[in-house]
């Protein structure tokens, strides 16, 4: 029998229409557009607007567009993962519920978290039950509302974050296609830098926690940032290297938007130009789980069968890791 290969073959996205500009934020906090744009490279963010949206929100129109534009109708879907930080609630899963909404009746769906990298974890997973010939349409969604945990008092947070969904189709493949490599890693050390205070078992929610804002990000920007430069360009250019994969014939990097500054080392790093890095940062800021396939979904017009891909990323946890894959179709035929 012939080797299956997990191959993407529809990406869908959205943002919420709110834009949220730095000259908005200054009048929020203490801050300035070009103190924003100087050290992230952030211009504006979407914001989920409206009582009762969540996540999952998002996370639907991202997997209506891949229904519709793959063809797929919703009780051929057999998986659904869903990366998060930002869950509708505790339980049940925010997957369960972008089912429910999308028709999806046929599929098992769970929730992932791994930070900034739960899209790259939740792929590296549904890859594998496509390999093994136990699902053959899974949907991978990142979706995070990051205004629902972000103090709009804090300027050294409140300017980074932003709401958006992404998703992709898995199917099995024949051809020499789809995801190829991996490497995905994790060390807990770096969960004191950068986590949510309260609302988990360890520290409940109470009026304190709620009263101390224990409910929002908390980031030591500092030991993030030095961590994630390191460690996102390392896996990216192991990757490579394992591959042999060179700065002429990879055709694009897709990192974390998390920081100008990080995709930019991360690039050098790996000596390819800025002209092959897909780079949205300054309209969406980081939306965590939905950067990478928010990317994709931007770019898709501009891929081409075959070409070579390395997603990489850096998050809560922490965690970071890089996949390498060949993209499944000529994007500007859809």
Same mark, same amino acid.
């Given at each position: ?74 009780d ?35 929730d ?20 093994t010939g ?23 947070t ?7 969904? =992404?998703?992709? &189709?898995?199917?099995? !493949? ?7 490599d991996? %490497?995905?890693?994790?060390? *807990? ?9 309260a ?47 060179t ?51 931007e ?6 069968? =075959?070409?070579? &891909?390395?997603?990489? !990323? ?8 890089? %996949?390498?894959?060949?993209? *499944? ?6």
């Open positions: 029998m012939a080797k299956l290969n997990a191959v993407i073959t529809a990406v869908g996205g959205y943002v919420p229409d709110y834009v949220l500009t730095n000259e908005e934020l200054s009048k929020m906090v203490d801050t300035s557009d070009e103190w924003i744009t100087t050290r992230v490279g952030i211009r504006e963010r979407r914001i989920l607007k409206g009582e009762g949206k969540g996540s999952s929100d998002m996370g639907v129109e991202a997997v209506n567009q891949v229904l519709q534009k793959s063809g797929t109708s919703p051929e879907v057999d998986m659904l993962i869903c990366a998060t930080v930002t869950p509708d609630h505790v339980f049940p899963a925010t997957a369960n519920i972008i089912s429910d909404k999308c028709n999806i009746r046929n599929a098992h769906s769970f992932l978290n791994a930070g900034c990298s739960g899209f790259l974890y939740a792929l590296d997973t549904a890859a594998k039950f496509v390999e136990a699902r053959k349409k899974v949907i991978v969604v990142g979706a995070d509302k990051m205004s629902s945990i972000t103090d709009y008092t804090d300027r050294t409140c300017v980074l974050f932003g709401d958006g969904a =992404g998703a992709v &189709l898995l199917e099995p !493949t024949t051809e020499d296609l789809g995801v190829t991996s %490497i995905l890693k994790s060390d *807990g050390f770096g969960r004191v830098y950068l986590h949510q205070k609302g988990g078992s360890v520290k409940p929610p109470t009026h304190e926690t709620i009263d101390n804002r224990e409910h929002y990000i908390y980031q030591e920007g500092r030991h993030v940032f030095k961590h994630a430069v390191s460690k996102m360009a390392d896996v990216a250019v192991e990757v490579m290297e394992r591959n042999n994969i700065a002429e014939t990879l055709d694009w990097l897709v990192p974390h938007q998390a920081n100008m500054r990080i995709i930019e080392g991360t690039a050098q790093r790996m000596g390819i130009d800025k002209s092959k890095v897909m780079i949205n940062i300054q309209r969406y800021g980081n939306t965590t789980a939905a950067t990478l396939p928010l990317c994709l979904w770019w898709e017009k501009k891929l081409k069968k =075959g070409d070579n &891909l390395i997603l990489a !990323t850096f998050g809560a946890g922490f965690t970071w890791g890089a %996949i390498y894959l060949k993209w *499944g179709y000529d994007g500007d035929k859809v």
